[in-house]
């Protein structure tokens, strides 16, 4: 049986202060973006979509004058960096299987360029898909982050996600 489910990822308050910040409904299309990549390429889909829901739970809101700054974004963003270390400590207190917590950790951490030196890191499959997965979501300006979904159609949309990830790996193949 997986250890940890995605609606006990979802409701915990760790999860529901920064998906909040950086949008709910982007982190939820990331999600099942993420679930469909992995099961067309054969990817782990309870550890993809994991990823996918938390890629972003590293931001930090830059505003200045009460308005998001994206030149203070852009010259001090480190959301990756946070965002793998803040999903590891929740996935570990959830008590999540370490080994897993880790490949989540780090599809998080690599799925954007923008605090690379360079652009031609070599990512292994399920971190790729994690970068696909949130490109396929994104609207110009940021606008992604800025799209409403309630919260009772948001923990639905999350429960509907566990039923797929169980039909995909029966919990007997599940570490
Ligand atoms: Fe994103």
Do not use: C
Request: proline share 3%; charged share 30%.
């Amino acid at each position: 049986m997986r250890d940890v489910t995605l609606l006990q990822v979802f409701e915990h308050r760790i999860a529901q202060k920064y998906l909040k910040r950086s949008g709910i409904a982007h982190a939820i299309a990331v999600a099942y973006h993420a679930f469909n990549l992995a099961k067309e390429h054969g990817e782990d889909v309870d550890i993809a979509t994991k990823a996918g829901l938390l890629h972003d739970i590293g931001h930090f809101t830059w505003y200045r004058n009460g308005k998001w700054d994206y030149d203070l974004y852009r010259q001090n963003d480190i959301h990756p960096i946070k965002g793998a270390e803040r999903a590891h400590k929740l996935l570990i207190r959830l008590g999540e299987n370490p080994v897993r917590a880790r490949t989540i950790s780090l599809a998080i951490l690599f799925h954007t360029d923008s605090f690379l030196p360079s652009n031609d890191i070599i990512r292994t499959p399920m971190q790729q898909l994690i970068k696909w997965a949130d490109e396929k979501d994104e609207e110009k300006g940021g606008m992604h982050h800025y799209r409403k979904l309630d919260a009772e159609r948001a923990r639905q949309s999350i429960q509907r996600l566990d039923q797929m990830i169980d039909e995909v790996q029966p919990l007997s193949q599940q570490s």
